[in-house]
């Protein structure tokens, strides 16, 4: 089968050296791509905004299957307008509806889903552009600190966690009295302040079964100790600690079950990935937000992990047999060390030559912001490289995968220093006994 990848960053070069390791794979284009991922495929220089070029490539190709990395095209509705296609008949996505994407293209939607279905989560209000008064009369009625959220897509920075009320006042200000987010912040959110360490668990479902993927915790903030402003995600590790097979089955029953169920009922047809941002409350999950694709950088984390055949449970999507498929799991740890330009996630300069991949050994080094110049590979974005490694155990995936990010150099690197560091002292995640939040109470 002929497959389009669709996406340029670090999860699109982790998906693209897994889907090449299948011999179920006749050839792989991936659109755009970037100089990582011309090693497992064929870059096509497509914008994937451009709906009648996508279809043109699609057919001339013969696409069999179109997987999605990022979420804004499932949120655009490239699925729907794939199969509402006479001529694209037939094409699997993997990749839910606009209606499904919308998990994650609005918090509002999903906190409400969430609440119909049981599933627990921090309480919350919503408010629009012209009820900014009444937003910060709100914040008497709440206690500091204050999680405040765009409701829609804001390329990681629609969510503000503000230590008091005068913050917290200037934040609402901000995204419903201006234009900084634009329309993602036409709503946003007040909720309430959870505590405890938090993990990502993944799915991928046909839209009637579903398979649990290894679990990750990634790093978001800029700066060692989890300080400065929130990026991308600086690095994760897999599996963690304080997820073990206790608390997974709770998220299985409690947060992954009800949600398939949940959508099946709401007649909303949802196949592909799904990512649950989760806080551990004492012991039990509670979801802080869904994406609808994989996660990044805990992709680099997790698909080296999975021994399973990834195209075989993609044909388990296309065929409805997902239930027929089995997961396997490497039972060693990784980590995932992200090696960034100097300044990000603020201004940063580009261009710089990278040298030192061939060094790499016993690991894998996924390319997100880079180019080619004249031959050359350079950095290209405020995320430029990810290193993967394994270990035997936590300790050991962190030391190799930093030994080996220390051969890797370019002008304005940077990188944080203490991935996984937090679990190696406590790997209960220092889990804070705090009162659960009744779910459904608004």
């Known amino acids: 089968m002929n497959v389009l990848l669709i996406g340029s960053g670090g999860r699109e070069h982790a998906l693209a050296w897994k889907l090449a390791q299948s011999t179920l794979l006749d050839e792989l284009y991936i659109a755009p791509g970037n100089p990582g991922t011309i090693r497992h495929g064929r870059n096509v220089d497509v914008d994937v905004k451009d709906h009648l070029a996508l279809r043109q490539l699609i057919i001339d190709k013969r696409i069999g299957m179109v997987v999605v990395g990022p979420e804004a095209p499932l949120v655009d509705g490239l699925h729907d307008r794939i199969a509402a296609d006479p001529q694209l008949k037939g094409v699997t996505v993997i ?194 937000e869904y994406n609808v694709r994989l996660g990044d950088p805990e992709a680099q984390a997790i698909l080296p992990r999975l021994r399973s ?14 239930s027929e498929r089995h997961v396997d799991v490497d039972d060693r740890s990784s980590a995932t060390v992200v090696l960034a330009s100097d300044g990000y996630p603020g201004k940063y300069e580009s261009g710089k030559p990278i040298v030192g991949l061939e060094m790499v050994q016993g690991a894998l080094a996924f390319q997100s912001g880079t180019a ?23 300790e050991h995936a962190i030391l190799h995968a930093y030994a080996n990010a220390a051969l890797i150099d370019y002008e304005g690197k940077t990188h944080r220093t203490d991935i996984g560091h937090d679990l190696l002292r406590n790997p209960a995640g220092k889990v804070a006994v705090a009162a659960a939040p009744k779910t459904g109470v608004k």
Do not use: C, W
């Open 95 to 288: 990749g839910p509806t606009a209606a499904g994407a919308r998990l994650e293209g609005s918090k509002e939607f999903a906190k409400e889903f969430m609440l119909r279905h049981n599933i627990p989560t921090a309480p919350f209000r919503a408010f629009g552009r012209d009820e900014l008064k009444e937003a910060i009369a709100f914040l008497a009625h709440a206690e500091a600190p204050y999680v405040i959220k765009a409701d829609g897509l804001a390329q990681g920075k629609g969510v503000v966690i503000a230590k008091d009320r005068n913050e917290a006042e200037g934040t609402l200000k901000d995204m419903l009295g201006g234009n900084a987010l634009g329309q993602a912040s036409d709503r946003v959110l007040i909720e309430r302040h959870l505590t405890g360490p938090e993990v990502s668990a993944f799915l991928i479902t046909d839209g009637e079964a579903f398979k649990m993927l290894p679990s990750a915790k990634d790093y978001k903030r800029i700066g060692d100790g989890d300080t400065g402003p929130n990026t991308g995600g600086m690095g994760a590790i897999s599996p963690v600690p304080f997820a073990d097979k206790e608390f997974m089955d709770k998220v299985h029953d409690r947060v992954a079950l009800p949600t398939i169920r949940g959508l099946q009922n709401e007649g909303i047809h949802y196949q592909g990935f799904l990512y649950m941002g989760l806080m551990n409350v004492g012991g039990d999950p509670y979801v802080i």
């Open 309 to 322: 055949d990834l195209m075989d449970l993609f044909e388990g999507i296309a065929t409805n047999t997902l």
């Open 372 to 394: 080619l110049e004249n031959g050359r590979l350079v950095t290209k974005g405020g995320r430029v490289l990810a290193v993967t490694a394994f270990g035997k155990d936590l």
